[in-house]
């Protein structure tokens, strides 16, 4: 059976505060947890007020100190905006302090605008040491790092499995290059879902990292007890990606009855196609969407989006994927 895991913006609604968002992300990884789900992972995002997540370490640490199997991570941190030895001594401290329970996925992206690009001091030439700064990333979270000049403490030994993230063949690529496991955004961005797929795959080489090919793909599911109750939470998300494309970051809304009013033809066409990798649905719906997408991809792996604006709906959502596939008794 396919492993699912989650990932989770600590999402700030219009009334929920920033500390309420981190509390429900700890609380809802310890729900994940006890339904079997294989990861929690949080995103990095500069500058949008509904998102929580932009210290992602601390983030991290807040739910590994509440939860106590589940692995917890970065999906992701963007390496660009950063310098390697930071997060290196940044994730190791977490290896140390959560042993074998902490990942690291790595993004090219900046996370933000480019008003906020400026403010994080990245240049135009940032993304482009991309491949470099993955390797020393690497290398100082080997235990060859004790001997090396310039340590970063106490990462040496950790070995943090590191995760290359994307949404284009470039990131495809370079994870097969390296032979390391690969994350397709296809919760926002799947027009390449299945071209990355193939050139991972058929370029991987393996690693003492990852000796086969191992690919997580991004998926919106959002699941209710009635389909139409489904469809209606999902207008959180939807009307979120609207106002993306508007240029808006704003917390999130209420689910509404009619999207017709929120959006116009454009915008519709544009978000459903951001939409495309999503099941929404009841219990059985969910399961044969994901057995749909699964069958589609080969995926070894789903990291699930579930954008609800209510805590306890998202709750139930998280509950009744897990049920789906077999790996939670029902309970309420």
């Not at 059976?1 to 920033?18: E, F, K």
Request: hydrophobic share 45%; net charge negative.
């Amino acid at each position: 059976m396919v492993a699912l895991s989650i990932l989770d913006l600590a999402r700030v609604a219009d009334n929920t505060s920033p500390r309420m968002a981190l509390d429900n992300a700890r609380s809802l990884a310890g729900l994940a947890e006890l339904c079997g789900y294989h990861r929690f992972w949080v995103a990095e995002h500069h500058n949008m007020p509904g998102i929580a997540s932009a210290a992602t370490s601390l983030l991290i640490a807040h739910i590994a100190a509440g939860t106590q199997t589940i692995r917890v991570g970065a999906g992701g941190i963007m390496l660009p905006n950063h310098a390697p030895l930071i997060v290196a001594e940044q994730f190791g401290t977490l290896a140390q302090l959560f042993p074998g329970r902490i990942d690291l996925g790595l993004g090219r992206a900046p996370g933000t605008d480019q008003a906020t690009v400026r403010a994080l001091r990245r240049t135009a030439m940032s993304a482009e040491h991309f491949p470099q700064d993955v390797l020393e990333l690497q290398a100082y979270f080997s235990k060859e790092a004790a001997d090396f000049s310039v340590q970063a403490v106490p990462a040496a030994g950790t070995e943090v499995p590191i995760w290359i993230l994307g949404s284009s063949t470039y990131g495809a690529s370079l994870a097969a290059e390296f032979g390391l496991p690969y994350a397709f955004a296809s919760h926002f961005a799947p027009d390449q879902l299945m071209t990355a797929l193939q050139v991972y795959r058929n370029r991987f080489r393996p690693s003492e990292h990852c000796s086969r090919p191992y690919v997580m793909v991004g998926v919106n599911i959002i699941a209710a007890d009635t389909s139409a109750h489904a469809q209606y939470l999902s207008t959180t998300a939807k009307m979120s990606f609207t106002d993306l494309l508007r240029g808006v970051t704003r917390f999130s809304k209420p689910p509404i009855e009619d999207m017709d009013a929120y959006w116009n033809e454009a915008e519709e066409m544009r978000v459903r196609q951001m939409l495309a990798c999503s099941v929404v649905g009841d219990r059985e719906q969910v399961r044969v969407g994901i057995d749909a997408l699964v069958e589609q991809t080969g995926a070894d792996e789903l990291m699930v989006v579930s954008d609800i604006y209510d805590f306890q709906e998202r709750q139930r959502s998280i509950q009744l994927i897990a049920e789906s596939m077999g790996m939670a008794p029902a309970f309420v």
